[in-house]
């Protein structure tokens, strides 16, 4: 079946550290996506990337940062120097940029913490 | 920028009660717009959408209409199940320098009692 899983489902993370989340799809999808989602509120883009070896900042990402090697997978990495990390992080993909029905799949989320 | 609103959470209902959660949006174009759902500790799952005005949008009894003139999608439920318990987040789409970013309300909580 098609889908994009995240991995791990739960993280923790030390005072210092940087940790990095995976995010894979097999669904031919161009387009990758980062959010972050802390209780109450909506979702916040961190960054997007339309094709493979190309990604833009979206709305907060200061201390994070990602790369785009394979069109298949879009790793986030939480630096030290994002001091509120504690947040559920969700990826998402879509078909390709430019689409005006560009609907978005998301995977299941990981949850991180700081220890 | 572009921004979407959404009633204040959280919802509690009975089972079979009549459900709606009020959306409006701001935005400069015609934004397609969208109804994601969220299950506890999963990821956002699509519920339906509409991309021009006044298209209707359905899903598993779920439905919004595209209200250009009063710029709202709010969603509604002639029945609802406790199945349906789950936070529900309004979104636009809109472009931004070639690219297309989607914008979520706060989400609204529903809970639905037996």
């Known amino acids: 079946d098609g889908g994009i899983t995240q991995s791990p489902k739960y993280l923790f993370r030390k005072e210092g550290q940087n940790v990095t989340l995976s995010c894979e799809q097999n669904?031919?999808?161009?387009?990758m996506y980062w959010y972050r989602q802390d209780p109450g509120q909506g979702l916040r883009l961190i960054y997007y990337?339309?094709?493979?070896?190309?990604?833009q900042k979206g709305d907060i990402a200061e201390g994070y940062s990602v790369s785009r090697e394979k069109k298949e997978s879009f790793p986030l990495t939480v630096t030290s120097a994002q001091k509120n990390p504690t947040a559920f992080y969700l990826c998402?993909?879509?078909?390709?940029?430019?689409?005006?029905?560009?609907?978005?799949?998301f995977g299941a989320g990981t949850r991180l913490s700081v220890l | 920028g572009d921004s979407v609103t959404q009633m204040e959470g959280p919802v509690t209902l009975s089972e079979e009660a009549f459900l709606t959660i009020n959306c409006t949006y701001t935005?400069?174009?015609?934004?397609?717009l969208f109804w994601y759902v969220q299950y506890p500790g999963e990821g956002l799952q699509l519920l339906l959408k509409?991309?021009?005005?006044?298209d209707k949008g359905s899903n598993k009894g779920f439905e919004a209409t595209y209200r250009k003139e009063t710029t709202s999608f709010h969603l509604e439920k002639g029945s609802v199940q406790v199945s349906d318990s789950a936070v529900y987040f309004c979104?636009?789409?809109?472009?931004?320098?070639?690219?297309?970013?989607?914008?979520f309300g706060q989400g609204t909580r529903l809970t639905i009692n037996p």
């Open positions: 669904l031919n999808h161009d387009a």
């Open positions: 935005a400069t174009g015609y934004p397609s």
């Open positions: 509409a991309t021009k005005a006044d």
């Open positions: 979104a636009l789409i809109y472009p931004v320098q070639g690219a297309q970013k989607l914008v």
């Open positions: 990337s339309q094709i493979v070896n190309d990604f």
């Open positions: 998402a993909s879509s078909i390709r940029q430019g689409w005006v029905e560009n609907i978005q799949y």
